[in-house]
């Protein structure tokens, strides 16, 4: 699928060339510094970064949630914004997932840098029923090293990355429920078992 420059960048020429020479393989850039590269084919893969650092963030129009909360369960972090295209059908496509889920798989996605009426906003058009978060500082963007939506990470029952993909896939696919079964029903070895059972809806 195609991608969108982020609003800051649009404009621009990458590495000398015209916009419309390299958007086709461009990821979506959060505007922190790095323009990414990435061929439009995105798969998850495994994660070889160690941990990330806990957080805790705002909910929209709700309380504070911290991800340590979380822990003993499996979970998708997915970061997003409402100006990207991609994100918009991926977010349909986790939504989808929660109808054909793990028993106890958590979806968490985090908005970078907006303004929480801007968010709102959006969700009216495009509802979920997993919470979003704020990242109106990119603070735990910046911290997580993520330079491109959407990123997502698949989180194992020790909140330790075991997936990760920075593009946007369908989380519903038969591709991806082969990948979560790898990584939660089997995990690697050092990582705790979720002993979760795959529900599908009827």
Known sequence: ??????????GSRLQGKPLGVV?????VSVALGSRVLASPQFALEPWQGGPKPAWTLDVLDGEKLTLEGYLGKPVI???????CEPCVEELGSLERLT??????LAILA???????ARVRNFLRKHPV???????????????????????????????????HVRGDI???????????????????EGQPACNQQREESE
Request: hydrophobic share 50%.
């Open 1 to 10: 699928m195609i991608s969108h420059l982020a609003p800051e960048v649009r």
């Open 23 to 27: 958007l086709a393989a461009a990821v």
């Open 77 to 83: 972090v997915h970061f997003f914004a409402t100006w």
């Open 99 to 104: 109808n054909r889920k793990y028993s106890g």
């Open 110 to 116: 985090i908005d970078v840098g907006e303004i929480d």
């Open 129 to 163: 029923s997993f919470p979003v978060l704020l990242d109106r500082d990119r603070a735990v963007t910046k911290t997580w090293q993520v330079t491109a939506l959407p990123t997502s990470f698949v989180l194992a029952c020790g909140l330790t990355p075991v997936l």
């Open 170 to 188: 369908a989380w519903d696919s038969a591709e991806v429920a082969t990948s979560l079964d790898q990584a939660i029903l089997k995990p690697a």
